[in-house]
């Protein structure tokens, strides 16, 4: 019966000894890769909140400015750096949750009063700066969400 109750104390250290540490070692892979994964969405986060800042500045510039005494060229560098912008914010964008595929849309429109130029058209001020006011709280709630996210996950 004693060396029934070794033979088990024996198996039960054996256990520990080859279990414990790969159950650190799988503890610890898990711990890392959340941690990329956390690291990457608040990267993303701080980019895509760049990227909207500088978009909303940009419009407000294009929307503000005084461009009849400007080159054409000038114009269109800010357009250029726009659409830039707005293509960075779109492919960082998931196309399968509606609040994002709504900023895309919202980055479209307000792209669209800029290009009035071009037609030789009056820039649309008061539609870009509508269109401003919608972003802001819309990205604002996507920013909220990720960062929920982001803080669950740590």
């Known amino acids: 019966m004693s060396?029934?109750?070794?033979?088990?104390?024996?198996?039960?250290?054996?256990?520990?000894v080859v279990l414990g540490p790969l159950v650190s070692l799988w503890v610890a892979q898990k711990q890392a890769g959340v941690s990329v994964l956390s690291g990457n969405r608040q990267a993303w986060?701080?980019?895509l909140r760049d990227h909207i800042s500088e978009f909303l500045a940009i419009l407000a510039v294009v929307h503000a400015g005084e461009w009849s005494d400007r080159t054409?060229?000038?114009?269109?560098?800010?357009?250029?750096?726009?659409m830039l912008v707005g293509s960075k914010i779109r492919l960082m964008l998931n196309p399968k949750e509606e609040d994002?595929?709504?900023?895309?849309?919202?980055l479209?429109?307000?792209?669209?009063?800029?290009?009035?130029?071009?037609?030789?058209?009056?820039?649309?001020?008061g539609t870009g700066a509508k269109l401003a006011a919608e972003i802001v709280p819309l990205a604002q709630s996507i920013l909220k969400r990720e960062w929920e996210r982001v803080k669950q996950t740590k």
């Open 3 to 16: 060396e029934a109750i070794a033979l088990i104390a024996a198996i039960t250290a054996l256990c520990s």
């Open 45 to 47: 986060i701080n980019t």
């Open 72 to 82: 054409e060229k000038e114009y269109d560098e800010e357009l250029k750096r726009l």
């Open 100 to 106: 994002h595929e709504r900023l895309s849309g919202l």
């Open 108 to 125: 479209t429109e307000a792209f669209g009063t800029v290009r009035a130029r071009a037609k030789d058209e009056k820039l649309n001020g």
